[in-house]
């Protein structure tokens, strides 16, 4: 009698974490799809540094294109340009992007000395450069039930016509 209700109560616990995960999946599956965060640089400025490091603000445009508002609690962000890391800063600033709107978010980044001189040493190949391109990832911590939002984004920008080229400087 002991195995049979042994029998009897595994089979109930099976039937219930089974209804249990079908309820969990409908619930997923039923939850609004988000589209993806729209974010620009909106400027940049010079800060405070120290030694052998640049310390820069960069503060990003976030457009929500979405029926909720997202609440943050932090933002990390890495830089790279030319197709070689330059820079990273995190800010444990909050705030909301509103829903179907936007905000500005300054978040410092640091590029190191080495950065520096790696992104100066990768155009001295004798070859003008005419645009400059980047690429940022980051994302917004999440203070809400959606979680972290990840985000991407890439550009260039042309440099002015009449910029000196960058060139190898030949030994006499």
């Known amino acids: 009698m002991f195995v049979r209700s042994h029998r009897l109560v595994r ?8 209804l249990l995960a079908a309820m969990l999946l409908s619930a997923c599956a039923s939850m609004p799809s988000r ?38 609690d932090g933002v990390s962000l890495n830089l790279d340009v030319m197709g070689r890391d330059f820079a990273s800063g995190v800010s ?7 829903r179907f709107g936007e905000a ?4 410092p980044v640091t590029v190191s000395l080495m950065r520096m001189a790696r992104q100066v040493l990768g155009m001295l190949d004798g070859k003008p450069v005419d645009k400059v391109t980047y690429s ?13 939002q990840r985000f991407t984004s890439k550009g260039e920008f042309e440099l002015p016509k009449g910029a000196p080229a960058a060139t190898a400087v030949d030994a006499p």
């Open 92 to 98: 444990d600033q909050t705030g909301t992007v509103p």
């Open 136 to 148: 940022m990832s980051g994302k917004l911590h999440g203070a809400s039930m959606f979680g972290t």
């Open 11 to 18: 089979a109930w616990l099976l039937l219930a974490a089974m």
């Open 104 to 107: 500005v978010i300054a978040v």
């Open 35 to 72: 589209d993806p965060l729209q974010v620009s640089v909106a400027g940049i400025e010079s800060i405070p540094g120290e030694g052998m490091e640049l310390r820069l603000l960069v503060k990003l445009r976030v457009q929500n294109p979405n029926d909720t508002p997202i609440d943050f």
